[in-house]
């Protein structure tokens, strides 16, 4: 086997195992929030939207049929999920911007 042809190969596995590895953190950071919207009575709807633009992208909180929030990343969900304190002052301020 040629030193190209093996080089080849290592990468192949290298760029594999790393996308894999990033997989499995988003998934189970997903799964993480998942449960944490489930424990306070949430549901989470992920939008099919794939492009980063589009208004419904990201993640959507939903309690019974009402959407209770819309947030862009996984990141921003966590933080959601884990103060509820900035629950109500976001609701405030865009309350107060609607004024």
Do not use: C
């Not at 290298?14 to 996308?19: E, F, G």
């Not at 862009?72 to 107060?96: F, N, T, V």
């Amino acid at each position: 086997m040629s030193a190209d042809a093996l080089y080849g190969q290592l990468r192949t596995v290298t760029v594999r195992l790393w996308y894999d590895r990033g997989m499995t953190t988003d998934k189970a950071r997903e799964n993480r929030a998942r449960r944490a919207a489930q424990r306070q009575g949430f549901a989470l709807r992920k939008s099919g939207t794939r492009d980063e633009l589009a208004l419904d992208y990201g993640w959507h909180v939903m309690r019974g049929h009402r959407k209770v929030a819309h947030l862009r990343d996984i990141g921003q969900l966590e933080r959601w999920l884990a103060d509820p304190a900035s629950r109500d002052q976001d609701r405030k301020q865009a309350d107060d911007q609607d004024e």
